[in-house]
């Protein structure tokens, strides 16, 4: 997982920022292969969505932002050869502050909302949305153990029977 904190170009009518650059991304070797955009809007401070994943041959990568209000963005490893395989990481992210996370493949990821009227952006890389090919965790498997910061208001019935983590 990598931060990306865009350049904010700012004047008396706001701010510019690129969100994505092919040629910055191959620099730093990440994938610029973007197949998909999607928009995830969340009514409910405390909204929970996850723990997604795509397995192979349709691993994704994504880049993640909030464009309105804020979001607690949690990924978890489930690349068996890395150090850090079962273990979470989470970053706030918020419209205020414009960073993005990017999740490499191997990696399933999900949000709570901190406010209300949350926007969730993403540039989906790698390959195309195969359903088949489709996993999830359970948002509170005994054996991740996430620490949510706010209690969830709202989860989906899917995200809510989603199976614990088999390694």
Known sequence: MYIIEPELLTDERGFF????????????????????????????????????????????????????????YVVIDLRRDSPTFRQWHAEELSANSQWMLYIPEGCASGFQTLEDDSVVYYLMGGADYHPECSRSIRWNDPAIRILWPVPAAIISKKDQNHLDFEP
Do not use: A, W
């Open 17 to 72: 920022t690129r969100s994505f650059c092919k040629e910055e991304f191959q620099k730093h070797g990440l994938e610029t292969d973007i197949v998909q955009c999607n928009i995830s809007y969340n009514k409910r401070k405390g909204t929970l969505r996850g723990m997604h994943y795509q397995v192979p041959p349709f691993e994704e990568t994504k880049i993640v932002s909030c464009t309105q209000g804020s979001i607690y």
